[in-house]
């Protein structure tokens, strides 16, 4: 800011502006806190000022403060060291100094400490005062809605990170079998949750595959689905045995998470295509809908304990596919856990199916299925869903 120079006195009326400002001046001198009050009343800024003569009595003042008119020669807090103690406590309030004709780079250098302006005592009337502070809050809300603009645009950044960890690509050369995957974000701004899925082909014939839902929404959460699935990507490689990897998965789970009441659940699938079966284990998690011959129903699991709670192997249920042409659909809850319109009744895994079991639905392309159940969900929930959605849909033949 360069020096001010004397204007000519001018009024500006409060209906200028419409929003009051709450003032604070910090001067120890009463001559110029007079100075200051009388300055602002001959303009008639639309300002509620009150004056603390110290820091210590200015931290016990801020509170509803937009803005803080500090000399930089308080007795308990001098120059530059003082405005960086009163700005570890304007929080949101913006701040202009006062300095003399002969500490002017002062003003410059307060700046660059993060003060919005600086104001040469003596050189300036009431409107350039009043316009001062009203650009130094203005300026500082610009500065805060930047800072907020940058925040997101991190956490977007952040969010595409963790996606790829999250929702990779299949690892798979088999053509035998088709596999659609889909997520939603149930957060604002689209951040992730923990949901995360996987396909990982071992040999010609063994497809091995994994949804998973880690408790709670956040970057935390979506770290440890991403550092799950990468263990269970991992461990199905190195070829540990199918009973032992969501042992091994839970121990991962277990070392990593923030705090002990962090859980997960899984649904994990080993297909045999050459056998045409499947073994499948659940861990608290909702079971697979088989989609065969147009109809759809749960496959008859058995479930074991979600991961995290209390170290249990997931019993595994053998299922037997009949005929070359199904299909089976994992999901977390959140495709679930909306309501159905009547009362609070949620949709569940029996909503599920009878959305399946709709004409409409056999129409639909493999590929858009889980797109089309997302959309009728929401439907019946009367708006977006809660939760984040994550889905695999594995076809053999084709149709179902």
Not at 63 to 78: F, H, N, S, T
Not at 103 to 121: I, N
Request: aromatic residues 4%; proline residues 4%.
């Amino acid at each position: 800011m360069t020096e001010r120079s004397v204007a000519p006195r001018a009024r500006i009326g409060a209906s200028a502006y419409r929003e009051r400002l709450r003032v604070l001046l910090v001067e120890d001198d009463e001559g110029d806190a007079f100075l200051v009050r009388e300055l602002l009343s001959e303009a008639e800024a639309p300002f509620d000022l009150t004056v603390a003569s110290s820091l210590r009595e200015a931290a016990a003042m801020m509170r509803g403060v937009q803005c803080v008119l500090l000399d930089l020669g308080l007795p308990d807090a001098e120059g530059i060291d003082g405005l960086r103690k009163l700005l570890a406590l304007a929080g949101s309030a913006a701040v202009c100094v006062l300095t003399g004709r002969s500490d002017e780079h002062l003003g410059v250098a307060a700046v660059a400490e993060g003060a919005q302006d600086y104001l040469v005592k003596g050189q300036v009337d009431g409107v350039l005062l009043t316009r001062a502070l009203r650009y130094a809050v203005e300026r500082k809300r610009a500065d805060e809605n930047a800072q907020r603009l940058r925040e997101v645009e991190l956490r977007q950044a952040e969010s595409a990170r963790l996606e790829r960890g999250l929702l990779p690509q299949p690892l798979m050369q088999t053509t035998d079998v088709a596999v659609h995957t889909f997520y939603r974000s149930g957060r604002a701004m689209g951040l992730l949750g923990g949901d995360f899925f996987d396909v990982v082909q071992v040999g010609e014939d063994r497809l091995h595959v994994i949804v998973g839902d880690v408790c709670g929404h956040g970057v935390d959460e979506a770290a440890l689905g991403v550092e799950l699935r990468v263990a269970w990507r991992a461990l199905v490689l190195a070829g540990v045995a199918d009973e032992q990897i969501l042992s091994s998965l839970e121990q991962v789970l277990m070392t990593e998470r923030r705090s002990r009441e962090v859980f997960a659940t899984v649904a994990s699938m080993v297909i045999d295509l050459a056998g045409n079966r499947a073994t499948v284990r659940l861990a608290g998690h909702p079971p697979p809908v088989l989609l065969a011959g147009g109809q759809a129903a749960p496959v008859a699991v058995k479930t074991g304990i979600v991961l995290g709670v209390r170290p249990k192997p997931a019993p595994p249920t053998e299922v037997k596919f009949a005929g070359d042409d199904w299909s089976v659909l994992l999901y977390t809850d959140g495709l679930i856990e909306g309501h159905t319109g009547a009362g609070n009744e949620r949709l569940d895994v029996d909503g599920l199916c009878d959305l399946l079991r709709e004409p409409a639905a056999g129409t639909v392309p493999l590929a858009a299925l889980p797109a089309w159940l997302v959309g009728r969900a929401e439907q019946a929930n009367g708006g977006p869903l809660a939760d984040d959605v994550a889905m695999l849909l594995i076809s053999r033949g084709g149709g179902w």
